[in-house]
Every structure is written in C-alpha cells, then in structure tokens.
C-alpha cells in the first residue's frame, strides 16, 4: 500500500467512523429513553446489532467507488478497524460527556428499580445486581468511557473478520 492509499483508507475510514458514531450515539440515547419507554429500548438494540452491516455497506462503497471495485482481505479489515476505532474514540468522548454532565445517576437509578422488581427477585438475580451496581457507582464517568472504546475496538477486530472476507474482491470482473 502506498502513501496515498493508506491516507485514502484512513480518509474514508474516519467518515464511516463518525458515521458509526451517529448510529451508536442514535442506539443509545434510544436506550436512555428504553428505561422509561421499553418499545425504544428494542430500536435500540436494533441499531446496535444493524451496525456491523452497515459498516459491511460502507466498506462495499469504499472498495466499489474509490478502489474501483478491488479490494484486499487486509485492507479491507485495516478498514473496519480503522473504522471502529475512529467511531469508539467520539463515541467514547459522547459517553464522558453524558455520565459526566447529563445522567447524574438516572441509569444506576433505573437499574436499581428493575433489581428491585419482583421478578428480580424471585429469579435470585437481586443479590448479583445489586453487588454489580455497587461496582458501578464506584466507577467514574472516565472508567465508563475507557470501558466502551475498549469494548468498540475489540469489537472493530473480531467483526472485522467476517466483514472484510465477504466484500474482499481481487479483480474487477468486466462482463463482454
């Protein structure tokens, strides 16, 4: 790879990246509101699972309209990298900024209301959650975000794989 492709690569992958960005930040403030309105919880989690494909259609974008339809296995999983790491870094910053300055403690609340619901525990499952919540009001907002642009980027390596083996293509094939 030249110089100039991998500036291309990185150029294209830093888009897709905050575009990645948009889809997440969509995912969770969908999932904020899923606590009081549980139907947006699903749409939520929707988001979360299309993101992998969509990240699929814009890595089949970049091979097709800037590599001109040719694209390695390597490339394109430098590609998808590049791509979740540049959407964890904002995404990353996004979640700073919301434990930091706008939730004040309204998730932990709501997830201390659902270990405390019956359901919760008769399931046994109160004494986990609690124990666990107790872990996380330990946390500063900086150990969430760390958390989440660790969890991105291993993400970006291992959906990678599978996502730069389908649209890989070595040659343009030219119908006569």
Do not use: C
């Amino acid at each position: 790879m030249t110089p100039e492709e991998y500036i291309q690569l990185k150029a294209f992958a830093r888009i897709d990246g905050a575009l990645l960005f948009l889809l997440w930040t969509g995912s969770f403030a969908l999932y904020v509101k899923g606590m009081d309105y549980p139907m947006l919880g699903m749409l939520s989690m929707l988001l979360l699972l299309i993101s992998p494909f969509y990240a699929a259609k814009r890595l089949r974008k970049f091979r097709d309209q800037a590599r001109e339809g040719v694209i390695t296995f390597a490339r394109g999983y430098a590609y998808i990298v590049l791509a979740f790491f540049y959407s964890g870094l904002l995404f990353a910053l996004a979640q700073y900024a919301y434990f930091t300055y706008m939730d004040h403690g309204f998730l932990l609340e709501k997830f201390t209301e659902i270990a405390n619901t019956p359901e919760s525990i008769q399931m046994g499952l109160k004494d986990m959650m609690m124990q666990g919540l107790n872990e996380m009001k330990a946390m500063r907002p900086i150990d969430f975000s760390v958390n989440v642009l660790t969890i991105i980027i291993v993400a970006g390596f291992a959906v990678g794989l599978p996502i730069a083996a389908l649209m890989q293509r070595k040659e343009l094939k030219i119908d006569n």
